[in-house]
Nanobody
Framework: QVQLVESGGGLVQAGGSLRLSCSTS????????MGWFRQAPGKDREFVAG????????DYIDSVKGRFTISRDNAKNTAYLQMNSLKPEDTAVYYC???????????????WGQGTQVTVSS
């Protein structure tokens, strides 16, 4: 009964910032690996960033390193994606994901949110 709900998406000018939140409930989500994916029009869904259950292991795709930061607050059952220096190519629907196995998070995670739209204007 794990539920993930994203928020924080919207329209922003290139160079601006957004912070996405993923609120969770209904299970032992505090011990799950969590991450963010995105899907742009006409493209496959891609992994963006991941974090293990303790917050001590972070992973990013090269295109967002230095601009995006993933974090989590287990006491609040919430994960975040801080996005700075946004570019038009970051435009996509962003999805929160979670899985009990860190090894499976980046490919076929068990739990997904419904997504939130991020649009970056040039």
């Amino acid at each position: 009964q794990v539920q993930l709900v994203e928020s924080g998406g919207g329209l922003v000018q290139a160079g601006g910032s957004l912070r996405l939140s993923c609120s969770t409930s209904g299970g032992i989500i505090s011990r799950y690996a969590m991450g963010w994916f995105r899907q742009a029009p006409g493209k496959d869904r891609e992994f963006v960033a991941g974090i293990n259950w303790t917050g001590g292991q972070l992973d990013y795709i090269d295109s967002v390193k230095g601009r995006f930061t993933i974090s989590r607050d287990n006491a609040k059952n919430t994960a975040y994606l801080q996005m700075n220096s946004l570019k038009p190519e970051d435009t996509a629907v962003y999805y929160c994901a979670a899985d009990i196995y860190n090894s499976r998070l980046r490919t076929t995670p068990n739990y997904w949110g419904q997504g939130t739209q991020v649009t970056v204007s040039s």
